[in-house]
């Protein structure tokens, strides 16, 4: 009888990642069913969740270090079997985590520094068992540096429970553990983790978990003192976590930061709302505020192709050597939206001026923002001013700020993926000329059944929630209640006057499936440019993998509409421009030219650099500012004119060479495209602030 031929290390490998599952997910299910775990039954959990997660990154490990030499016979699409093992492995990597902090949340009692404690002893008999077998030296050394640990740790929080903190607004428990207090109340500090979340007593003696942007020192020297030694917190913390911790405490930090800088703006906020100019559900703009806080929410950072974890690959981008194109990629999500209008939004008072009404949309899991925030201007009608309406007859051609069909992509497997929706207002006061921007409400719509069914297509009717995203219970106008007394037909009559939003999921025709699956996996933008998007993704395939004669080469490349094609997403008049132009070359072209690809890429290039690359350097255009509508007025006409003027002379050469067109200066990096420098960018704004919780308690 002939011996059985061993497995491939590959298939080998699989086999083990599936035992892992089983393990997994026996693991998952006992702790469901087992309820509320004791502290012996948590320890237990928690130390079998680090002997997994050992065992993964050893799969991990070995799996890296394989090559498709290392096969005994051949193997197809290798490199594609070895990312889905990876992307497996780190999916069991996230449940494991998810795991590991739940276990260590519950529950929230006196037991807390006990807990830590338990919780420190697995690891660091985890860590003394794999020690013990190396070098029983770093053991003890081990065990010395712990104990100096644990008596820093302790006089620390020994510092911290003397510290008081007045609480400057309300706050109800989301979790289990989570401690609800009123604005005024004075709490003491138990212990101060770094992730944000403290442990506080009340007057009553109760503890529990409470948000710090809720807390402000009695003494501010105290405060400022405790700040300073909470960022450096902050950092030890982060350099000693492991790899998947370190992601959550810099996202929770991250928004710390925003919650900060929106508490900062309440005092304006309560003065609208006590001189009636506002309702009482209005709060400073979440989504605003996240869009000021960097570039790593907006359009052109999502649109940068993005490498392997190899980092010798594109991951997003692949070339189809069939279709002589960039290779489509589907999405778990990729559909169209349209929103269709807004309905009894309350009008402001008199004694603020409304510089715009819009919405803004982002894909957003329950917990955080997972793709770019993109932003639908609303037009209304001095009649109707509580009804906001999008996509408006107009004169030419549509401006992409008013285009209410959007598309959205994203390619994440949480089963609570939705849209989260933020109606806005931007403003200036009457009487001291201050600026800002207010959210009118917000809404979720979840795109998932909870059987993982994606939900119908069809026209969805959302009831607004007042507040801000992470605030529960909060109406938009209070004096207008879902909750009003009265028989059926008061309520129904009450309820047509709650404020919403109507929008419309669309089913996706052959012919937009296969264009939205050339963009990036995630992404938030308008239909109406989403033919330019197509072209500098084919452009970009062209120049980083079908042209380039090195692929390992990391030199400058020089290509201006690469370099400066990102900067339109932010500046969408010009991307009007664009579109209005291409458009008028479009109906110039043949047939045969149309379906010839590469003579429409040279077509488009040649239009982009008579159109948009003289505008993005012209002296006499003002910089894009939001809501400014002299300023918007302004661009419009500079950019019409240079339109006109480039009709007329058939092309912008002779505006360029003219003793009257002054441009700004520039050189030659500002036309070169660096995709490593835009990788090394996109990677540290992840590494700093990665997509920040809205909810929860953390």
Known sequence: MLPRRPRDPLQALHRRSQ???????????????TGVLE????????????????????????????TKADESSPVGSYNQRKEEERNFLDGLTHQLQ???????????????????????SVEEEGEEEEEEEENSEESSEEERRTEEEEKQDSESQAQAASEEYITVGDF????????????????????KKPDGWWIAKNAKGIKGLVPRTYLEALNKEEGQESSEEESEDDVEGVDEAADGEEVEQRTESHWSAVQKAVSEQVDTVNVLTTMGAVPAGFRPSTLCQLLEEGNQFRASYFLQPELTPSQLAFKDLLWDAKTDSIRSRT????????????????????????????????????????????TVRATWQ?????????????????????????????????????????????????????????SCGWVFLKLFEASGIPISTKTYELFLNGGTPYEKGIE??????????????????????????????????????NILSLLPETLVGSMCYIHLLVFYRQILGDVLLKDRANLQSADL?????????????????????????????????????????????????????????????????????????????????????FLKQNQDKEGSLQALLSPEGIHEPFDLSEQTYDFLGELRKKQGRVDSCDPPPLMGSG
């Not at 009894?344 to 949309?361: D, E, N, Y």
Request: charged fraction near 25%; aromatic fraction near 6%; hydrophobic fraction near 35%.
């Open 98 to 120: 998810e795991l590991a902090v739940t276990v260590s949340r519950e529950p929230v009692t006196e037991t807390f520094n006990e807990r830590e404690e338990d919780d420190h």
């Open 331 to 374: 999405s778990r999500v990729s559909l169209i939206l349209t929103l269709w209008s807004c309905r009894m939004i309350p009008v402001p008072g008199t004694s603020i001026q409304v510089l715009s009404r819009h919405v803004r949309l982002c894909l957003f899991d329950g917990n955080k923002v997972l793709s770019n925030i993109h």
């Open 39 to 66: 502290a012996n039954q948590r320890q237990d959990v928690y130390q079998r969740c680090i002997q997994l997660k050992h065992a993964i990154d050893e799969n991990k490990t070995t799996l890296q270090k394989l």
């Open 476 to 513: 938009v106008d209070p004096s207008v209640s879902r909750r009003a007394p009265g028989n059926l037909f008061h309520q129904m009559m009450t309820m047509r006057k709650q404020p919403q939003l109507l929008v419309k999921l669309r089913t996706l025709n052959r012919s937009s499936r």
């Open 19 to 33: 035992e892992l599952k089983q393990q997994v997910d026996s693991l998952i299910s006992e702790s469901q069913l």
């Open 172 to 191: 109800a428990a989301q979790q289990v553990g989570d401690l609800t207090f009123k604005k005024g109340e004075i709490l003491l500090i138990v212990q």
């Open 557 to 641: 490349i020089s290509n201006p509409v690469l370099a400066t094609f990102p900067k339109l997403l932010e500046q969408p008049d010009i991307m009007d421009a664009l579109r209005s132009t291409w458009a008028e070359k479009e109906s110039t072209l043949k047939r045969s030219e149309k379906r010839d690809k590469e003579f429409l890429k040279a077509a488009f290039t040649l239009v982009y650099h008579d159109c948009v690359y003289p505008l993005l350097h012209s002296t006499f255009l003002p910089p894009s500012r939001w809501a400014e509508e002299e300023t918007e007025a302004l661009r419009w006409k500079v950019i019409a004119d």
């Open 382 to 438: 001095p009649k109707k001013p509580k009804s906001w309406t999008f996509s408006p007859q107009v004169t030419g051609i549509l401006p992409c700020l008013l285009d209410g069909d959007c598309f959205i992509r994203c390619n994440s497997s949480s089963p609570d993926l939705g849209i989260l929706f933020e109606l806005g207002i931007s403003y200036i006061r009457n009487s001291t000329g201050e600026k800002g921007e207010l």
